[in-house]
């Protein structure tokens, strides 16, 4: 008799720390699943890969440089989610930086200094302006200020 009581507590015990560790498996795994990170970041991320290189191909006058990357960049806008959801502004948004980056090879190809730092200008400007109207964090109010509690950053993405 006490011999079968404590093999049932025994077996609750078990029962209790697997269903535990299965819980704690779950919820560790939707947590990762959180963090994953968007496809837009992983593509924005891979525009900054290629405008350090388009840095590099213009401060150093390697136009070629400027060239394969810029071509790589404007190759890679219509790949993103956002592109799927249809919004008119990141449209738009994504439209202006197309004809920039286009603007940015032409003058590169050219060889003409002048003209490629212009549109390096205007590319990041592009930038710039897409994510104050697109980006979660950047969003503006209508006064132009930052919302006064921004949406969380993802976790060990951002300071
Ligand atoms: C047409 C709109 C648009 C343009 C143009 C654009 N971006 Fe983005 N960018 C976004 C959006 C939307 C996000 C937010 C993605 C997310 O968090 O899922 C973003 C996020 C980012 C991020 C943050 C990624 C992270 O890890 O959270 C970087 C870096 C970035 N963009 C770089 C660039 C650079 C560099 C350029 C110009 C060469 C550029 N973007 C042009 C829409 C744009």
Redo the contacts with the bound molecule.
């Keep these: 008799m006490h011999d079968e009581r404590f093999v049932q507590m025994k077996t609750q015990r078990i029962l209790f720390w697997g269903l535990t560790a299965l819980l704690l498996g779950w919820l560790a795994n939707n947590a990762v699943a959180g963090e994953r990170?968007?496809?837009?970041?992983?593509?924005?991320?891979q525009?900054?890969v290629?405008?350090a290189n388009i840095i590099e191909g213009i401060t150093l006058e390697k136009y070629d440089l400027v060239v394969s990357n810029a071509t790589k960049?404007a190759n890679m806008?219509l790949t993103?989610?956002?592109h799927q959801t249809g919004n008119k502004d990141?449209?738009e948004?994504?439209?202006?930086?197309e004809l920039d980056?286009i603007g940015l090879i032409d003058s590169a190809t050219a060889k003409d200094t002048t003209a490629v730092q212009s549109a390096y200008t205007r590319?990041?400007a592009?930038?710039?302006?897409?994510?104050r109207?697109?980006?979660?964090?950047q969003i503006r109010l209508p006064d132009g200020s930052l919302p006064a509690a921004p949406a969380k950053?993802?976790v060990g993405?951002?300071k």
């Design positions: 990170p968007s496809q837009t970041r992983t593509v924005m991320r525009k900054l290629y405008s960049m806008n993103n989610t956002w990141y449209y948004a994504a439209r202006k930086f980056i590319v990041t592009d930038c710039i302006a897409c994510h109207i697109c980006r979660k964090q950053p993802p993405t951002r």
